[in-house]
């Protein structure tokens, strides 16, 4: 078992940044991909990022390539989205997500509550 407490939303003007950070409890945090998924009001959620188990590999959405970093340190427990250049558009709730490996919600089997950001233009 995970559980998994999103941290570090807020309100931001566009063109600033944020950083996310995802603390997971459960001894077996190091053995799962971590990822980020996002969701504005009435769309689906989108993948944003994801890293595997030893931090070497990571994903990103082309939307988000170039602005947004994923970054975990396995002795915290905790994963990082650092998100610069923001853009009105990235406005949505922010979920973190433990599970084998993927870019789909189904691939994922803990979730965490969620984090809003909102960015203003």
């Known amino acids: 078992q995970v559980q998994l407490v999103e941290s570090g939303g807020g309100l931001v003007q566009a063109g600033g940044s944020l950083r996310l950070s995802c603390a997971a409890s459960?001894?077996?945090?190091?053995?799962?991909?971590m990822a980020w998924f996002r969701q504005a009001p009435g769309k689906q959620r989108d993948f944003v990022a994801a890293i595997a188990w030893g931090a070497g590999n990571t994903g990103y959405a082309d939307s988000v390539k170039g602005r947004f970093a994923i970054s975990r340190d396995n002795a915290l427990n905790t994963m990082y989205l650092q998100m610069n250049s923001l853009k009105p558009e990235d406005t949505a709730i922010y979920y973190c997500?433990?599970?084998?490996?993927?870019?789909?919600?189904?691939?994922?089997?803990?979730w965490g509550q969620g984090t809003q950001v909102t960015v203003s233009s």
């Open positions: 997500a433990a599970g084998p490996r993927g870019r789909y919600t189904v691939d994922y089997d803990y």
């Open positions: 459960g001894r077996t945090f190091s053995s799962y991909t």
